[in-house]
């Protein structure tokens, strides 16, 4: 009882709002910039003025009914199906950037100019009236950010209680302003002003001089300052505008996901957005001639056999390719790079840079009978220092040297797609290229073949400002103690933090890393340009140091082809060759540019594997979707014809999905419930089993009990797939997301009879699966006032998943789930996380009895307390997580005999 306590006091600890004292968050620091020693000077602290206007809105709106606003739209709000015209003049008028919406029905059209009506029978147009503004100046913190700080300045309440997160009135203003007013304490010949990171488009200056516009969260910013510093008195200003176009480069989940709170807030582009800040460290770094910007070392295995067998420590030969990226403030200039390692090795380097600017340089080291860096659960993670130095060749003493250092740890992470168990087959793929379409898709590390077992991660806060030292590194431990091995970093976040990928590290979880690209229609995908490239860049330089980076991936769900193969990855590759590469999650593989053997990049151009010839056997119905447990395979496909064609190639097969270049396979001779959902293309195979595609889809309406849930029976899937799904959804309650409905639960396990298991046989991997639930009462409840202490309260409509398909299709259609009270609502909120365990321990368990090599729960945390997939928001294990680290995921799960 005293342990279960404690947790919650921390879930309580780590979801409570912000307090006013500033709390140092120094493990969440990118490493900085390295000049000579003792000439860094951060400027974090709660010592920022921010000053903006906020909106004023009366409440009311004139209403012209059977109406429409042609033109653009800012973009539109998803609103509950219980949402009505008012909720809909409410939001504009706490929108700054709309001045008028339409309400068709079933959401709400946000709109920046008011041009003249014309008529559309449904619609609703509506204008706020007695619209105001006030100007307002408050302390503020960074790293932050702006709803942090208003709730530090007692102005709002927690924006996640309630629906406190629709109201975005007071912080809804087009442009609020940072300041930070400051001395430098050293004197150095030049200086660098480095932003790690400005969320949202922003203009930023030195003492009244522009020195950048700030259009990328997700790059690091540095400018030389020198000439704009004095010697007393300096101000540095950040002036966020929402009239900047970011391109949608920030966190693609900050407006809203199918688990994160959705805001009203629309950018100039119509992107969907909610707070702002300066969310990394601010700092100034002195300057003499030069400067070490990155240093990246990789690890290259060097052994002639190709192991299958476990690898031993103390034996194996590797190569630590390191590179050193200098920034020159005077040219020219000579001196000596240098880089030593821990393991007992140092290579040098002379160099003369003629020029100003940045320049990189290569230098190798061998490293001979080290130890090796291992999984979770299959030996220790040994780790070894590597220091870079630049030494002036000048003997003035008022040069220094400077230094930087990283760990690292040597393995060999590879991607099997072929029987590497077949000499033959080894000796083959050796000299060859491309993995398309492969019999397998297995990962081997150190020789050893790993069945990844872990989950995907989101970011832990939507509100940056909530960020503290040690969470990301309980969050990871909690993962270990689970038994996972890997987490995959979904695309529509952020680049964890140094702190985080440092547990990984420790605690050896292979990290999958996709790029910043969410690709699910709510964000802007990739474009080839300068500042997504000086992005891509500095991440992976920032990231490849670590042993625990086992995949780079391009994006997710997007297919891979097209930006994310020839500029995304071709730009990851260019900067690391010592990793396995996926243009998408899931990805069907490269015809070329890969090693067959390793799945490394091999310097040749990037291309997709060969398209299947496109087909005409298919019926083409647009913005119809099926029930996501019904999925068998995913892979690329670039038109409608293609993903009929490889929906025609499979027999099992009975209608596909395409949408955002991925073709999504549904199975034959399961329940195919068709729903309405935007943006995607049924491709029906003609004469097939009739999936009902209109027909049935009213049969989804709360009532019917609909046979979605898992077959353990089912045959395992083709060899090298790399699939999304199933998902069993919340639903029925009306919510801002749903689709779930009454299902068959699964509960006893489905043992795949008379199929061989292990490297030698076809395998496949799912990199995303899962059953959504609800947090515990501890979590939910710190958002919730007490009179929403229900499943069914107010509140819930703006909550992601309902729990209602879960708590029936297990415990019984008759529940009232709309009780309310402390006790009803522990009690439903129980049986939630009680079914979901069931669910996921009995789909894991039927799957490991066939030849699947990854199973990666969707989703390991929260951004918020809501509908939930693994662990609470917090960090608060569930009984889903214990029945993971007891069963599903238990390295010995089932003796093959006694």
């Not at 976040?493 to 990928?501: A, K, N, T």
């Not at 496949?764 to 009462?777: D, H, L, P, V, W």
Request: charged share 15%; glycine share 10%.
């Amino acid at each position: 009882m005293m342990m279960q306590r404690i947790r919650h006091l921390l879930l309580l600890l780590l979801a409570a709002p912000a307090v006013t004292c500033y709390t140092s968050r120094s493990t969440l620091r990118d490493i900085p910039i390295a000049g000579p020693p003792d000439m860094i000077f951060y400027l974090d602290g709660d010592d920022w003025m921010a000053s903006g206007s906020t909106r004023e809105f009366s409440g009311s709106c004139t209403l012209v009914n059977n109406t429409d606003l042609p033109g653009t739209k800012v973009g539109v709000t998803p609103i509950a199906y219980h949402g009505n015209e008012e909720q809909c003049c409410r939001l504009c008028g706490s929108s700054a950037s709309c001045v008028a919406s339409v309400w068709d029905g079933h959401g709400c059209s946000f709109h920046s100019q008011k041009t003249q009506t014309t008529p559309s029978s449904g619609k609703t147009v509506m204008v706020p009236s007695g619209l105001g503004s006030k100007r307002i100046t408050i302390n503020a913190t960074v790293p932050g950010d702006l709803l942090t700080d208003l709730q530090n300045a007692g102005l709002t309440p927690d924006p996640l209680l309630d629906t406190t997160f629709m109201n975005s009135s007071l912080w809804a203003g087009p442009v609020w302003t940072y300041t930070k007013t400051f001395n430098i304490p050293f004197s150095a010949p030049r200086s660098m002003l480095v932003f790690d990171g400005i969320k949202m488009g922003a203009v930023v200056s030195l003492n009244g001089h522009f020195l950048f516009n700030a259009t990328n969260q997700h790059r690091r910013w540095e400018v030389e300052v020198e000439k704009y510093l004095s010697a007393g008195s300096n101000t540095v200003t950040v002036r966020f505008d929402d009239s900047i176009s970011t391109g949608g480069r920030f966190m693609d989940c900050s407006g809203g996901w199918d688990w994160a709170p959705y805001s009203p807030m629309r950018d100039v582009d119509g992107n969907p957005t909610f707070t702002k800040g300066i969310w990394k460290s601010v700092y100034i770094v002195g300057l003499q001639d030069v400067a070490i910007t990155h240093f990246s070392p990789t690890i290259i295995y060097n052994g002639q056999d190709w192991p299958v067998t476990p690898m031993k420590d103390g034996v194996e030969s590797f190569t630590v390719n390191a590179t050193v990226h200098l920034y020159v403030a005077s040219a020219p200039v000579s001196g000596t790079i240098e880089v030593t390692g821990s393991f007992g090795n140092t290579s040098k380097m002379p160099v003369t840079i003629q020029t100003k600017g940045n320049h990189s340089f290569s230098l190798t080291m061998e490293a001979n009978d080290v130890n090796l860096w291992w999984p979770n659960g299959m030996g220790k993670q040994t780790m070894y220092n590597v220091t870079a130095s630049f030494q002036p060749s000048t003997s003035n003493e008022m040069l220094a040297s400077i230094f930087t250092a990283r760990r690292i740890g040597f393995r060999l992470a590879a991607l099997v797609t072929g029987n590497d168990t077949n000499a033959t087959w080894v000796e083959e793929a050796k000299t060859m290229q491309g993995n398309v379409f492969g019999y397998s898709l297995m990962l081997r590390v150190n020789g050893a073949p790993v069945y990844a077992k872990g989950a995907n991660m989101i970011p832990m806060e939507t509100l940056e400002g909530r960020y503290r030292d040690g969470m990301h590194t309980a969050l990871v431990k909690n993962a270990a103690d689970a038994g996972f091995n890997m987490l995959r970093v979904w695309g529509g976040g952020i680049y964890p933090f140094d702190e985080w990928f440092n547990a990984c590290d420790d605690l050896g979880i292979m990290v999958f890393q996709d790029m910043m690209y969410g690709t699910d229609g709510i964000m802007p995908g990739a474009t080839a340009n300068d500042d997504q490239e000086a992005e891509l860049r500095h991440q992976i330089r920032r990231m490849s140091h670590h042993p625990s980076v086992t995949v780079w991936s391009g994006c997710n769900e997007c297919g891979g082809e097209g930006v994310y193969t020839d500029f995304v990855m071709t730009t990851v590759a260019s900067e690391d060759q010592s990793r396995i590469i996926r243009s998408s999650c899931p990805f069907a593989g490269y015809g070329t540019g890969v090693h067959m053997l390793t799945g490394f990049p091999n310097g040749e151009p990037l291309t997709v594997g060969p398209a299947l010839p496109s087909s005409n056997n298919c019926t083409f119905v647009d913005g119809i979707d099926y029930h996501p447990d019904t999925l068998f395979k995913s892979q690329a496909a670039s038109n409608q014809g293609e993903c009929c064609a490889l929906c025609h190639a499979a027999p099992q097969c009975i209608v596909a999905v395409l949408f955002q270049g991925t073709c999504y396979l549904k199975e034959k001779g399961q329940a195919i419930i068709p729903y309405a959902r935007e943006g995607r293309t049924a491709c029906i195979v003609k004469g097939r089993n009739d999936t009902n595609s209109v027909a049935t889809f009213q049969r989804t309406r709360y009532g019917d009990k609909i046979m979605a849930g898992f077959s353990g029976s089912a045959d395992p899937f083709p060899g090298g797939s790399d699939i999304h799904g199933p998902y069993q959804h919340g639903g029925i309650f009306p919510a801002v997301n749903g689709g779930g409905n009454i299902f068959s639960p699964p509960s006893v396990v489905g043992v795949q009879p008379g199929y061989e298991t292990g490297p030698a046989t076809q395998g496949y991997m799912r990199t995303e699966t899962g059953c959504s639930a609800m947090s515990s009462f501890e979590s939910m409840s710190a958002t919730l006032s007490p009179p929403h202490w229900s499943l069914h309260a107010e509140p819930m409509h703006q909550r992601n998943y309902p729990c209602d398909p879960v708590v029936l299709s297990y415990f019984g259609t008759s529940r009232n789930l709309s009780l309310s009270g402390e006790e009803h609502f522990k009690a439903q909120l129980y049986l939630c996380i009680l079914g979901q365990g069931i669910q996921r321990k009995t789909n894991i368990e039927s799957w490991r009895s066939g030849n699947i090599w990854a199973s990666l729960m969707w989703q390991l945390n929260e951004i918020w307390p809501t509908g939930l997939w693994l662990l609470n928001f917090g960090s608060l294990s569930l009984w889903v997580y214990y029945k993971l680290r007891r069963m599903g995921f238990y390295s010995v799960w089932l003796p093959c005999s006694w």
